[in-house]
């Protein structure tokens, strides 16, 4: 059944994307002249980036204690083409190393067709199909961006990039609605999709990696939602956003798990205050989490994380800004200091909660070249990935991450 | 010293919205419609033209002024918000040009452009737009 769906939305997305540049640049249509003001619409933006990451204790994104690791690397290319003032095509492809979880190769990360059917001072209203990057939080959309984040790593216990693929981009359709009025703008994005869960990163966060995952996982209807509120000056942002993203498991020969089902529904409420020199960014999360049908009683459980963060950013001078954040993350917010997780499995307490204190410095050298720096002190590892710390009891309670990456644009 | 910005050129006059003067808009929009285009979410004019929007780059100073006194916007402000829409998929970015020679020749001959001058190089080539408050 999910299949089917899947392939429909796949082939509808195929049939309206042929259609539409059918219809705009055939040469029955539209003369050489056309065709050459339709190519002027197409918009190539793409952006590189090179990190280092040096900690003491535990490994993040590589071997980076103690030693350091340059194994951090995102290149992207961003296309755009508006053949209609209503019609929008758009696709970036992604090639991300950040550790085991992130080892390489290039990726579709969202390829869409956007129809805006009205679109007035007042009013705007359209549609979204294709592969589109979940709309959570103020910084999910645009999260492997290095300019579009307020320092090197975003805050862990929202964005984390420890498994990170499952609430990444889903391929389905969503609806969008902006209403534009003298005290403020209300945006507003529905979706249902089906969340990408063929790879290693997804079967981590969903079975640990303590045992051999045998059969597959299958994707399954999602949801998706978020309705922003911005005043006309931008300084005050508010959002709310949720997903519910649900995988299926086909258990393999001599399986030890039956055909299951696992479902992740975080809710974020976002809230941002921008003045000229500083900005305030805070983001709380719920995020639920349930295995089910599982038939292992370890696994079949449900339980509900707890995120939260508070962030300034204060612009020294031109081009140049500090950042100063506190993170906070529990794995289960009714066992907040991993005692009775520590009880239950004999593994470390420090592996249920992370606090990170951050402060940065990033310097734009151009509007196109950034060279930024962070320093984070972390008590806690819930935010470690196993596959860089593959042995959970030899992971330290309080480390050190230092980073640096330089981040070029066009 | 260039320091945030709006010392040297601070009169409100020193900067001005532009049209392409074919581009038939009313010589008064408000503050938010500007928003609006200027942010990259209004598509097209109301007789249907494509916008085409066309801006300085972020560290020219009467990028900064025309940011702050034509919109009440910081610069950093529109940067995120172009980059919101360009890197999700969701819009695109405005054109940037690298002078304000550069600005006056693509606003004098892109039909549907809006751009920003300094009062001194505004001559009949171009439509100048009034913000509303």
Do not use: C
């Not at chain 1, 929202?158 to 969503?174: E, K, M």
């Not at chain 1, 459980?301 to 993170?327: C, H, K, M, N």
């Not at chain 2, 598509?43 to 025309?66: C, E, K």
């Amino acid at each position: 059944m999910s299949m089917n769906s899947r392939k429909f939305f796949t082939n509808i997305f195929k049939g309206i994307a042929g259609l539409a540049l059918i219809f705009s640049a055939s040469p029955g249509y539209a003369d050489e002249h056309q065709v050459a003001q339709i190519l002027k619409q197409l918009q190539v933006h793409g952006f590189l980036s090179q990190g280092y990451v040096k900690t003491t204790g535990n490994n993040f994104f590589g071997h980076s204690n103690n030693s350091g690791s340059f194994d951090f690397r995102e290149i992207g290319l961003t296309a755009s083409l508006r053949p209609l003032p209503r019609l929008q095509l758009s696709g970036q492809l992604l090639h991300r190393r950040a550790g085991e979880g992130s080892d390489g190769g290039i990726r579709i990360d969202f390829g869409f067709l956007d129809y805006n059917f009205m679109n007035t001072p007042a009013v705007e209203f359209g549609v979204r199909l294709g592969r589109m990057k979940h709309p959570l939080g103020f910084y999910n959309d645009t999260r492997d961006v290095p300019f579009t984040r307020p320092s090197i790593l975003l805050p862990q216990s929202i964005y984390f990039d420890r498994t990170r693929n499952l609430a990444l981009a889903s391929d389905g359709a969503l609806l969008y609605g902006e209403s534009r009025t003298d005290w403020g703008n209300i945006a507003i994005q529905a979706g249902a999709a089906f969340p990408q869960v063929g790879d290693k990163d997804t079967e981590t966060s969903i079975f640990g990696n303590t045992v051999p995952v045998r059969g597959d996982l299958k994707s399954r209807l999602s949801y998706l939602g978020r309705i922003t509120y911005e005043r006309p000056d931008g300084r005050l942002r508010l959002a709310v956003s949720s997903t519910q993203l649900n995988v299926g498991y086909s258990p393999g020969q001599n399986d030890i798990f039956e055909s299951g089902s696992f479902r992740f529904s975080p809710l974020i409420l976002s809230a941002q205050y921008n003045a000229e020199r500083w900005s305030v960014t805070s983001e709380y999360a719920l995020r639920y989490s349930r295995h089910h049908g599982f038939g292992n009683s370890g696994l079949d459980r449900s339980s509900t994380g707890e995120s939260f963060y508070l962030q300034g950013i204060y612009r020294l001078f031109p081009g140049w800004e500090a950042v100063l954040r506190y993170d906070w993350l529990f794995a289960n917010r009714k066992d907040r200091n991993g005692k009775k997780f520590a009880a239950a499995s004999g593994y470390p307490a420090h592996s249920q909660y992370a606090k990170d204190l951050t402060i940065g410095l990033r310097w734009n050298i151009t509007p196109s070249i950034m060279l930024s720096t962070e320093y984070h002190r972390v008590n806690g590892t819930a935010w470690l990935s196993p596959l860089d710390n593959p042995d959970i009891n030899d992971t330290k309670k309080n480390w050190n991450l230092f980073a640096a990456q330089i981040s070029y644009r066009f | 010293m260039l320091f945030f910005a709006d010392s040297a050129l601070s009169s409100d006059n020193a900067v001005e919205v532009v049209t392409h003067p074919g581009t038939n808009v009313k010589q008064y929009l408000s503050r938010n419609l500007l928003r609006s285009v200027f942010s990259m979410r209004l598509r097209t004019w109301q007789n249907g033209i494509p916008i085409r929007v066309f801006v300085l780059p972020d560290d020219a100073p009467l990028h900064s002024i025309f940011s702050k006194k034509k919109l009440n916007l910081f610069p950093y402000q529109l940067r995120s918000a172009w980059d919101r829409l360009v890197y999700s998929g969701t819009g695109q970015a405005p054109f940037v040009v690298h002078s304000e020679e550069e600005m006056h020749t693509k606003i004098a001959t892109t039909p549907g452009s809006i751009g920003y001058l300094s009062r001194a190089r505004i001559d009949g080539s171009v439509q100048v737009i009034h913000v509303n408050e």
